[in-house]
Structure formats: structure tokens, C-alpha cells
């Protein structure tokens, strides 16, 4: 059974920054490549950020580039976002997602993951 739990999420002032994790159990965490989504209230749930499965590479959504960095920590089965120079629009749900099909790749769809945590809320205030 594998299994995503989220972390981090909170309220902040525009400009500050969060950490978000993710603890991944169930196969080898190396095994996944990892995502992060976001829904806001009334929008489709949306591509954030997303790192191979070796860790050596990541993409990023043009709107949090620059900004948001996505990582992870192979002795802690744990990924994380950091998230710098926070904007009102980036307040939303934000999901882990976990890649076992299509773990070779980056892939910026929801469909191509196959397990999702339950979400964490972040609010940026202006």
C-alpha cells in the first residue's frame, strides 16, 4: 500500500515563503517520480512542480519558476517544495503525487500518476 502524506501547508503573508513535504511510504521511494499540483477553489487542479525519480532532474509550471524548488531526500522517503516570494494566486490546495507507470519520465499531467496525497492548504494574504 503506498501512501503520500503532506505536510507544511499554512497562511502567509505575500512575499514570504513555505516548505511543504511530502512522506512517501510503500515501494522504494527512488522507485516514483514525484509531483506537485495545486487546485484552487473553482479552478482545475493544476501542474506545480515535478522531479525524476533519480533526482536528477525537474520541471516547473512557468507561473512558479524562479520561485518554487522542488527536491528530494531519498533517506527520508520524503519530497518537498519550497516556496519563496509567495503570490495571492498561489493560494491553494496543494497535492503530492507519486509516478510508478511512467516513472522514466517529468510529466506535467494528472493522469500520469497513479497515487495522490489528501491535499495541504496553502493561503498567501496580500
Known amino acids: 500500500q503506498v501512501q503520500l502524506v503532506e505536510s507544511g501547508g499554512g497562511l502567509v503573508q505575500a512575499g514570504g515563503s513555505l516548505r511543504l513535504s511530502c512522506a512517501i511510504s510503500g515501494r522504494t521511494f527512488s522507485s516514483y517520480a514525484k509531483g506537485w499540483f495545486r487546485q484552487a477553489p473553482g479552478k482545475e487542479r493544476e501542474f506545480v512542480a515535478a522531479?525524476?525519480?533519480?533526482?536528477?532532474?525537474?520541471t516547473y509550471a512557468d507561473s512558479v519558476k524562479g520561485r518554487f524548488t522542488i527536491s528530494g531526500d531519498n533517506a527520508k522517503n520524503t519530497v518537498y517544495l519550497q516556496m519563496n516570494s509567495l503570490k495571492p494566486e498561489d493560494t491553494a490546495v496543494y497535492y503530492c503525487?507519486?509516478?510508478?507507470?511512467?516513472?522514466?519520465?517529468?510529466?506535467?499531467?494528472?493522469?500520469?500518476?497513479?497515487?495522490w496525497g489528501q491535499g495541504t492548504q496553502v493561503t498567501v494574504s496580500s
Open positions: 522531479i525524476s525519480s533519480s533526482g536528477g532532474s525537474t
Open positions: 503525487a507519486a509516478a510508478y507507470r511512467f516513472r522514466y519520465g517529468l510529466s506535467v499531467r494528472n493522469d500520469r500518476y497513479d497515487y
